[in-house]
Nanobody
Framework: QVQLVESGGGLVQAGGSLKLSCTASGRTFSPYGMGWFRQAPGKEREFVAAITRSGSATYTDSVKGRFTISRDNAKNTVSLQMNSLKPEDTAVYYC??????????????WGQGTQVTVSS
């Protein structure tokens, strides 16, 4: 069984920063893509950012210039550095891994989610 374990969520003031981290545990594997999604109250889950095994990153427009995704292939970890946070960023953030895709679709494994709350 593959598990994605997340950490780093919490409460932060607008303009502040948080760093989310996710580590894959259990079966040893090398996902092609690792990414982050989020779901705000009353909204559908949306794609935030993803990164391929080779380091190519993709971001949704609303976080470009503020969020940075990175990964460590040897450790099977992915991180999301979130700067200049806005109240609109408040959501449950989910880590995900894909065996075949490196963008916004096709994820095979999901984390449990971690709450990020940005106060105004």
């Amino acid at each position: 069984q593959v598990q994605l374990v997340e950490s780093g969520g919490g409460l932060v003031q607008a303009g502040g920063s948080l760093k989310l981290s996710c580590t894959a545990s259990g079966r040893t594997f090398s996902p092609y893509g690792m990414g982050w999604f989020r779901q705000a109250p009353g909204k559908e889950r949306e794609f935030v950012a993803a990164i391929t095994r080779s380091g190519s990153a993709t971001y949704t427009d609303s976080v470009k210039g503020r969020f940075t995704i990175s990964r460590d292939n040897a450790k099977n970890t992915v991180s999301l550095q979130m700067n200049s946070l806005k109240p609109e960023d408040t959501a449950v953030y989910y880590c995900a891994a894909s065996l075949y895709y490196g963008g916004s679709i096709g994820y095979d494994y999901w984390g449990q989610g971690t709450q990020v709350t940005v106060s105004s």
